[in-house]
């Protein structure tokens, strides 16, 4: 502590005496009205991130920043005693799931930025680690955004999101053998959970493939993907174009989950920014490629939410 507040007080001294050099910004005519208020955004070029004056801007702030910071006295050995101080956080663990007599989670050590995910044979069983997402692209940051095991403990469903981007790839994991199935999809968002036949399960899927439309904002939908099968082959599960019906708005996101205690019926929801929701039940088809009999369980008007916890357990406000 003592060289941390030695190194901002010098820090500051040496600020208090310089004239920092900021990058020159320029300003642009731009503007826009919304319900007859018209409003500046003189700084709208710098939204372009690919515009070569927009980069080298970008990297002379940076620049700037890190020859400031490099003058902090003793740097590396703040970095040093920062990092051995983060290596003594206990693990953390996350997304525990029971299937089977397996046990599987994500866990991240002390000092790790990215989680690992593991399972062991029962709940005191060894702890054997299934997938290392620094092995996945060399070079390339890789998280797990979502994973989901099959009911009998046999695959796990992967959404890893790579250098930081907001869509997940989608891949099947099979646990006896470590390895991955062919299969892929990219872009997509969340691993919902499986179906019965532990083969098929659900997940999250634009509208578009092109993740800079606008228009994968829009009109998601669940889809249902059978393993062993070409992801292009999947089936709309839950969407307004499959169920124009239910009357789904555009910026209502879809989900579709079988849960374990309720296996006989399919649950589908539908929510926005708000914590109301909207509420669906059918009846498990047997046949997936069969229109579903959705019945509506609440509205939004209902005040109904899903608990934060769980999104299988359903709460009233």
């Not at 095991?149 to 250098?163: E, I, N, Q, T």
């Not at 930081?164 to 299969?183: C, I, K, N, W």
């Not at 691993?191 to 098929?200: A, I």
Request: proline share 6%; charged share 25%; glycine share 8%.
């Amino acid at each position: 502590m003592k060289l941390i507040l030695l190194g901002f007080g010098l820090l500051m001294g040496t600020a208090a005496s310089a004239q920092w050099q900021y990058p020159a910004t320029k300003t642009v005519d731009a503007a826009d009205t919304y319900f007859g208020h018209t409003y500046q955004d003189p700084y709208r070029w710098l939204e372009n991130l690919q515009d070569p004056e927009v980069e080298a801007w970008f990297k002379a702030q940076a620049d700037l920043t890190d020859g400031l910071l490099s003058k902090i006295p003793a740097r590396e050995e703040l970095v040093k005693e920062w990092t051995a101080l983060d290596k003594l956080n206990p693990a953390t663990y996350s997304g525990i799931r029971y299937e089977n007599g397996r046990v599987f989670f994500k866990k991240t050590l002390g000092g790790e930025n990215v989680g690992k995910l593991y399972w062991r044979q029962g709940w005191n069983g060894e702890e054997k680690l299934l997938f290392d997402p620094a092995t996945y692209k060399p070079g390339v940051t890789t998280t797990i955004e979502s994973f989901a095991p099959s009911w009998d403990g046999r695959y796990v469903a992967l959404g890893l999101s790579s250098g930081g981007a907001e869509f997940s790839e989608l891949r099947v994991l099979d646990v006896d053998h470590g390895t991955f199935l062919p299969e892929r999809v990219y872009p997509t968002w969340e691993v919902f959970g499986w179906g019965k036949d532990n083969k098929s399960f659900f997940y999250a899927a634009p509208s578009v493939s092109n993740i800079k439309s606008i228009e994968i904002g829009l009109n998601h939908k669940v889809k249902l993907h059978r393993v062993g099968t070409d992801f292009a082959n999947d089936i709309d599960f839950l969407s307004n174009k499959s169920y124009p019906s239910l009357d789904i708005q555009p910026e209502e996101n879809p989900v579709a989950y079988i849960a374990e205690s309720y296996p006989d019926y399919v649950i589908g929801r539908l929510y926005t920014a708000q914590n109301e929701m909207r509420l669906f039940y059918a009846p498990v088809p047997r046949d997936a490629t069969a229109k579903i009999q959705w019945k509506v369980l609440c509205e939004r008007s209902d005040n109904w939410f899903v608990d934060s916890s769980s999104p299988e357990i359903i709460s009233m406000l």
